[in-house]
């Protein structure tokens, strides 16, 4: 067993990466936190950001591997795929337009978020940040 430095939790070594520096062979931060700091790092920082747009435009495996995933994404999710089309086209078109995000009211980096996908026009909008906060808050209520 070995405590993180970072969130003071007690875990065994499976937790923690290998770091052929440290005294017993393991960081001291938990993977659980070191992943938290990567991804705060990643969303401060525009030139990590730049770069990762970079390698995606520059390297074919990458932009493959991308694509490959939306298309299993598509084929596995055709409800959600008809609904995005649907909204996507609506907006296009005039019949939908974007609003507000609804706990935040910011107005940049709109999504349309479905409460139900049989309805693919009734949508909550939410910013980018509020609906991944959203979606976090509904996988943690799963259990």
């Known amino acids: 067993m ?40 990643r969303r401060e920082n525009e030139s990590v950001r730049e770069y990762d747009r970079r390698r995606y435009r520059e390297d074919p495996n990458r932009r ?44 940049h980096d709109l999504h349309a978020h479905h409460e139900d996908y049989s309805k693919p026009l009734d949508v909550k909008w939410l910013c980018a940040k509020c609906h991944h906060r959203h979606h976090a808050e509904i996988g943690k209520g799963r259990g």
Request: glycine share 4%; aromatic share 10%; proline share 5%.
């Open 2 to 41: 070995k405590s993180c430095f970072k969130c003071g939790d007690e875990k065994p070594f499976s937790e923690f990466y290998r770091h052929k520096k440290m005294s017993d062979g393991y960081l001291n931060k938990c993977k659980e936190c070191t992943k938290k700091a990567v991804r705060q790092h």
């Open 64 to 107: 493959a591997k991308s694509q490959e995933y939306v298309k299993k994404w598509r084929r596995e999710n055709p409800e959600r795929y008809k609904a995005h089309l649907a909204v996507n086209n609506a907006i296009r078109d005039g019949r939908l337009r974007p609003l507000p995000c609804e706990v935040c009211f910011n107005t």
